[in-house]
């Protein structure tokens, strides 16, 4: 299983930003995958940014994201997504999806199996 994270960039405090994550590969059980989103700030630990269940009905937040981050999923498409909005300086990181058979949604990194290489998002003040 390979994840193709995307659709980073420089992008100044209060804008919006899309990042794209495609699965290829061994991905018949896509559809059955807890799919994330993490991000790491240089010095930091791996943050847990949202995660979104097989359906998508059910979506998880890290705190500091919560109101302002949406993430999606198109499961004919193989395709997670995570719609930033006001993005803030403090968000600048690399973005990595993930993706976990877990049946749960879960912010612990311990639990994805797959990472993708990320997404660098910088954001200026």
């Known amino acids: 299983v390979q994840l193709q994270a995307s659709g980073g960039g420089l992008v100044q405090a209060g804008a919006s930003l899309t990042l794209s994550c495609a699965a290829s590969?061994?991905?018949?059980?896509?559809?059955?995958?807890?799919m994330g989103w993490f991000r790491q700030a240089p010095g930091q630990e791996r943050d847990f940014v949202a995660a979104?269940?097989?359906?998508?009905?059910?979506?998880y937040y890290g705190e500091s994201v919560k109101g302002r981050f949406t993430i999606r999923r198109d499961n004919e498409k193989r395709t997670v997504s995570l719609q930033m909005r006001k993005v803030k300086p403090e968000d600048s990181a690399i973005y990595f999806c993930?993706?976990?058979?877990?049946?749960?949604?879960?912010?612990?990194?311990?639990?994805?199996?797959?990472w993708g290489q990320g997404t660098q998002v910088t954001v200026s003040s």
């Open positions: 993930a993706s976990s058979s877990e049946l749960s949604l879960r912010s612990s990194p311990e639990k994805y199996e797959h």
């Open positions: 590969g061994d991905t018949d059980d896509f559809v059955y995958w807890v």
């Open positions: 979104i269940s097989w359906t998508g009905s059910d979506q």
